[in-house]
T-cell receptor, first 117, second 109 residues
Framework: NAGVTQTPKFQVLKTGQSMTLQCAQDMNHEYMSWYRQDPGMGLRLIHYSVGAGITDQGEVPNGYNVSRSTTEDFPLRLLSAAPSQTSVYFC????????????????FGPGTRLTVT | SQQGEEDPQALSIQEGENATMNCSYKTSINNLQWYRQNSGRGLVHLILIRSNEREKHSGRLRVTLDTSKKSSSLLITASRAADTASYFCATDGYSTLTFGKGTMLLVSP
C-alpha cells in the first residue's frame, strides 16, 4: 500500500494564480482532511470529509475549496492564491466513522510545500 | 483556535535520558492522541488514550491523562538520537482533531 500520497511536493505560485493540491489514499478510508502547518502555529484544519460527497469546513477554510467525488481522492483547490497561503499542506485519512464521531488515528501524507509570491 | 498546548516548546537532552512533554487542553475530550513529526515529513501517530484511561504504554512511550486537570504527558524513556522530532498532542472535536503547536525534542548523542 502506498498509504497517503500528495502531489506536488513543492510549488511556487504567483499571487492570483489558482492550483489544485492532490491527495489520494489506498486504504479505503472514509475520513479525509486537509491541514496547513505554519511556523509557531501547529497544524490547523482547513476542510474535512467523512465520506464521498460530504465535505465540511475546518478552522481556516477561507480561500480554499474541496470536493470528494471518490473515496480515494480529496483535492484541495486554491482559487486565487495569496501570500498568506504560503505554508506546508498536509492531507490525512482515517478509518470510517459516523459523522460527528471522534476521529481515530490519522495517517498523514508527506506534505506539499507551497510558496506564493 | 488551538485546543491543546504543549509544554515545553523545545527540549534538549542527551541520549539515554528521559524526555517528558506535557499537553494542556481547555474543554472536555473523548480521547487524546500524540503524534511525532520528523523534520520535513508528515505526522506519525504514536498513541491514543481514552478519557476513561489514566495511563497507557507503548514500547518506550508512556502517556498519562488527568481529565480533572485537563492535561496529558508523554514520557519517552531511554531516548535515542532517532527520537529527535516534534511531538504534538491532538484532542477530539466534532468529526475533527485539533492539534497543539508542538514540542521540539533534540536528543544529542
Amino acid at each position: 500500500n502506498a498509504g497517503v500520497t500528495q502531489t506536488p511536493k513543492f510549488q511556487v505560485l504567483k499571487t492570483g494564480q489558482s492550483m489544485t493540491l492532490q491527495c489520494a489514499q489506498d486504504m479505503n478510508h472514509e475520513y479525509m482532511s486537509w491541514y496547513r502547518q505554519d511556523p509557531g502555529m501547529g497544524l490547523r484544519l482547513i476542510h474535512y470529509s467523512v465520506g464521498a460527497g460530504i465535505t465540511d469546513q475546518g478552522e481556516v477554510p477561507n480561500g480554499y475549496n474541496v470536493s470528494r467525488s471518490t473515496t480515494e481522492d480529496f483535492p484541495l483547490r486554491l482559487l486565487s492564491a495569496a501570500p498568506s497561503q504560503t505554508s506546508v499542506y498536509f492531507c490525512a485519512s482515517s478509518y470510517s466513522l459516523p459523522q460527528g464521531a471522534v476521529p481515530y488515528e490519522q495517517y498523514f501524507g508527506p506534505g506539499t510545500r507551497l510558496t506564493v509570491t | 483556535s488551538q485546543q491543546g498546548e504543549e509544554d515545553p516548546q523545545a527540549l534538549s537532552i542527551q541520549e539515554g535520558e528521559n524526555a517528558t512533554m506535557n499537553c494542556s487542553y481547555k474543554t472536555s475530550i473523548n480521547n487524546l492522541q500524540w503524534y511525532r513529526q520528523n523534520s520535513g515529513r508528515g505526522l506519525v501517530h504514536l498513541i491514543l488514550i481514552r478519557s476513561n484511561e489514566r495511563e497507557k504504554h507503548s514500547g518506550r512511550l508512556r502517556v498519562t491523562l488527568d481529565t480533572s486537570k485537563k492535561s496529558s504527558s508523554l514520557l519517552i524513556t531511554a531516548s535515542r538520537a532517532a527520537d529527535t522530532a516534534s511531538y504534538f498532542c491532538a484532542t477530539d472535536g466534532y468529526s475533527t482533531l485539533t492539534f497543539g503547536k508542538g514540542t521540539m525534542l533534540l536528543v544529542s548523542p
